[in-house]
């Protein structure tokens, strides 16, 4: 649009009409971005979850293949444990994505593919605005010239050219002022279910894991230490490793 270039005399839409389309318009562009951000924060959050439960896996798995297991019973009963606990965390983790993905990710998908036909409707309203303004210029013009036979044959003209582009304009703006309103309250109807459905999920999972990771501490922790007197024990052996000749100091 050329700022420079001359408009309407005329204010042809209400600068009240104007204001509450641009507030409730810059509410519907922020929940966009909202809604964008928290689309990606919750891919990474499900990424990042099954990231830890695959390495969770990945390390026991490890363990039991690894040689130190073999001539210890004990130790390698107690890997074998955590490697059982492991791969059922990972299959708790899977379900709580599931869950996450059909009762969150994908109703904030469809919520998102509403915004482009809004922002259309929108654009569309503009470009029948600016239609509207040349008219409404155009009329103007013959008003403030002499009215000689041709000039008012114009006007008349003009007037008509006008008249169908302001009703297209008017119902435009009538329609997105009385819908984005509805649009935008409707949000927390729409969510609060799916961030239920989050919270359960988590729930859930949590609940399974402390009963999971309970059982493994019972199998595994036969000797009940602090972590401070297991760090003592740690150095005291890593103390008698470090005395070894082969890796003695020069």
Same mark, same amino acid.
């Given at each position: 649009?050329?700022?420079?270039?001359?408009?309407?005399?005329?204010?042809?839409?209400?600068?009240?009409?104007?204001?509450?389309?641009?507030?409730?318009?810059?509410?519907?562009?922020?929940?966009?971005?909202?809604?964008?951000?928290?689309?990606?924060?919750?891919?990474?959050?499900?990424?990042?979850?099954?990231?830890?439960?695959?390495?969770?896996?990945?390390?026991?798995?490890?363990?039991?293949?690894?040689?130190?297991?073999?001539?210890?019973?004990?130790?390698?009963?107690?890997?074998?444990?955590?490697? +059982?606990? *492991?791969? /059922?965390?990972?299959?708790?983790?899977?379900?709580? $994505?599931?869950? &996450? @993905?059909? =009762?969150?990710?994908?109703?904030?998908?469809?919520?998102?593919?509403?915004?482009?036909?809004?922002?259309?409707?929108?654009?569309?309203?503009?470009?029948?605005?600016?239609?509207?303004?040349?008219?409404?210029?155009?009329?103007?013009?013959?008003?403030?010239?002499?009215?000689?036979?041709?000039?008012?044959?114009?006007?008349?003209?003009?007037?008509?050219?006008?008249?169908?582009?302001?009703?297209?304009?008017?119902?435009?703006?009538?329609?997105?002022?009385?819908?984005?309103?509805?649009?935008?309250?409707?949000?927390?109807?729409?969510?609060?279910?799916?961030?239920?459905?989050?919270?359960?999920?988590?729930?859930?999972?949590? +609940?399974? *894991?402390? /009963?999971?990771?309970?059982?493994?501490?019972?199998? $595994?922790?036969? &000797? @009940?230490? =602090?972590?401070?007197?297991?760090?003592?024990?740690?150095?005291?052996?890593?103390?008698?490793?470090?005395?070894?000749?082969?890796?003695?100091?020069?």
């Amino acid at each position: 649009r050329n700022p420079f270039k001359a408009g309407p005399k005329k204010q042809i839409v209400p600068k009240t009409v104007e204001r509450d389309f641009e507030r409730e318009y810059g509410k519907l562009q922020q929940l966009e971005d909202q809604t964008k951000k928290l689309q990606k924060d919750m891919k990474k959050s499900i990424e990042a979850d099954l990231a830890m439960s695959k390495s969770a896996v990945r390390i026991s798995s490890d363990l039991l293949g690894n040689p130190l297991c073999e001539p210890d019973a004990d130790f390698l009963s107690m890997v074998t444990a955590l490697d +059982t606990a *492991m791969k /059922r965390m990972d299959a708790f983790n899977q379900e709580k $994505v599931n869950q &996450i @993905q059909k =009762t969150l990710m994908d109703p904030l998908k469809r919520y998102s593919s509403v915004f482009p036909s809004l922002n259309m409707a929108v654009k569309r309203r503009e470009q029948a605005l600016q239609e509207y303004k040349r008219l409404q210029t155009k009329v103007e013009k013959y008003e403030e010239k002499e009215r000689t036979g041709a000039v008012i044959a114009k006007l008349h003209q003009a007037r008509e050219e006008l008249r169908p582009i302001r009703e297209d304009f008017e119902i435009k703006s009538r329609q997105l002022l009385d819908e984005m309103p509805k649009f935008y309250n409707s949000r927390i109807d729409f969510f609060k279910p799916s961030f239920q459905s989050l919270i359960r999920a988590q729930v859930v999972y949590y +609940t399974e *894991m402390s /009963r999971v990771l309970g059982e493994l501490a019972q199998q $595994v922790d036969e &000797i @009940q230490l =602090t972590d401070a007197e297991r760090e003592r024990e740690n150095e005291a052996k890593l103390a008698e490793l470090r005395a070894l000749s082969i890796v003695a100091d020069d």
